[in-house]
């Protein structure tokens, strides 16, 4: 769960994941020396949760990854991701923490891995049942519909929601990609990692969930990260021609 500035959001979120009735669960928060205080309040989240019930000195509940600064989304899902990897997880969901993932579909991301043994999970907002709140309005429904139909085209791919931030990765696909190698600091990130996933051979399916609009905090969403979107899925598809 990467954190800029969700001091707001986090406690509340922390809570819904820390009770979700799966044994073996950790909740590891990447922050990129948020300076509302984010990254003070995950550590006093941690220490909270892990002197609870369930957790023990090898075992800890939740962790905090500090980060010099703010550095790119994609990025600290790449290092999130890779640190999980590297303490033994079997499954690495990737959410946000404003909120607009439902929580409860976690167990279902994780069922539908092991049912069907799919490589990665989308929690997909254009599947049939998937919907988006009403409070996005029209301008931001169509800019992201349209995202996901241009990545889609450009990629041949189909995956209905490959700009998707709520995801389960089993290890195996998260190894085969090469988190090290992907060049997306942004939001693209979601595009690229899903992309060669499937490249590398792991197969992806998509559960409805229902999106819901922040209700505190800002989107970090910019000029700079809608560049980098546009131009990622065409660097992808260059890249593949040649063989890479």
């Known amino acids: ?3 800029y500035n969700e001091a707001a959001n986090l406690p509340r979120i922390a809570e819904a994941v820390m009770a979700l009735p799966l044994p073996g669960l950790h909740l590891k928060v990447v922050d990129d020396d948020s300076p509302d205080g984010t990254g003070r309040i995950a550590d006093e989240l941690a220490a909270k949760y892990n002197a609870g019930a369930g957790a023990s000195p090898d075992r800890p509940r939740m962790s905090v990854l500090h980060r010099a600064g703010k550095d790119g989304l994609g990025r600290a899902y790449a290092a999130g991701m890779l640190a999980a990897l590297d303490e033994g997880a079997r499954f690495v969901v990737q ?3 404003d909120g607009s993932h439902p929580v409860h579909v976690v167990p279902q991301l994780l069922g ?3 049912s069907t043994r799919a490589g990665f999970v989308v929690g997909s907002r254009y599947v049939d049942g998937g919907t988006l709140d009403e409070e996005w309005g029209r301008h931001r429904q169509l800019l992201s519909r349209f995202a996901n139909r241009y ?3 450009v990629l041949d791919t189909k995956i209905r929601d490959i700009t998707a931030g709520f995801n389960l990765w089993t290890h195996r696909a998260l190894r085969d990609v ?3 190698s992907l060049d ?3 939001y693209s990130f979601q595009v ?3 992309f060669l996933a499937v490249r590398r051979g792991h197969n992806g399916v998509e559960i409805p ?3 819901e609009e922040r209700t505190e905090g800002v989107s970090k969403m910019n000029v700079a990260t809608q560049v980098e979107s546009a131009l990622v899925p065409l660097r992808l598809r260059v890249r593949n021609r040649r063989g890479r």
């Open 112 to 114: 539908t891995a092991l």
């Open 1 to 3: 769960m990467p954190t």
């Open 184 to 186: 997306s600091a942004g």
């Open 192 to 194: 690229e990692l899903k």
């Open 209 to 211: 969930i229902r999106f």
């Open 95 to 97: 959410m946000d923490a």
């Open 178 to 180: 090469d988190l090290a």
């Open 151 to 153: 990545a889609r085209t």
